[in-house]
């Protein structure tokens, strides 16, 4: 939801799209800076989207829905940095927001099994700090508890018998 707040040099941004074609929907996000931006920021934005590949490179038919999970949070701290658990990626299709619900974090082997056909928005949420996120007055502008920055990513993506296929994927 937009604000009146004025963009400055070193913030970064999040851009959440979500469309509809024909009777499906995609979901897709970036982060952004304003440069020029500290070096944490254009490290967490990097890990960030990184992590996003390592879940979509983990949605293969065989896995389970917690080896996505697992793949983003392992890099995430990897790197020093934490997984938002408040929010989640999610199935997508007819509706926006379907089951099931794809955390990023977890341990691995766990969950439904993916199957071809499946259709997932993978959404990565990566705080600079802690985990916790808090929402504003607003009702809709998310930040985190310790005034760390926050970077977010997603694609939706198929699982298909050749690999994942990223949908939004411009």
Not at 37 to 63: M, P
Not at 126 to 143: M, S
Request: glycine residues 10%.
């Amino acid at each position: 939801m937009p604000t009146s707040r004025e963009l400055v040099e070193g913030d970064i941004l999040s851009l959440d799209f979500g469309v509809v074609y024909g009777n499906f929907y995609g979901d897709s996000a970036i982060t952004v800076p304003v440069l020029p931006v500290s070096d944490v920021a254009t490290r967490l934005v990097k890990v960030t989207e990184e992590s996003l590949q390592k879940g979509i490179e983990a949605a293969v038919v065989g896995n389970r829905l917690s080896d996505i999970s697992h793949a983003v949070q392992s890099h995430v701290e990897k790197h020093g940095f934490s997984v938002v658990r408040e929010f989640v990626g999610h199935g997508i299709g007819k509706n926006l927001h379907e089951s099931p619900q794809v955390p990023n974090f977890g341990e691995p082997g766990r969950g439904v099994k993916l199957k071809a056909g499946m259709v997932l928005a993978i959404e990565p949420m990566v705080n600079e700090k802690g985990h916790r996120v808090k929402i504003l007055d607003d009702g809709w502008t998310a930040v985190t508890c310790d005034d760390g920055l926050s970077a977010h990513f997603e694609h939706t993506v198929a699982i298909t018998d050749n690999g994942p296929e990223i949908l939004t994927k411009l």
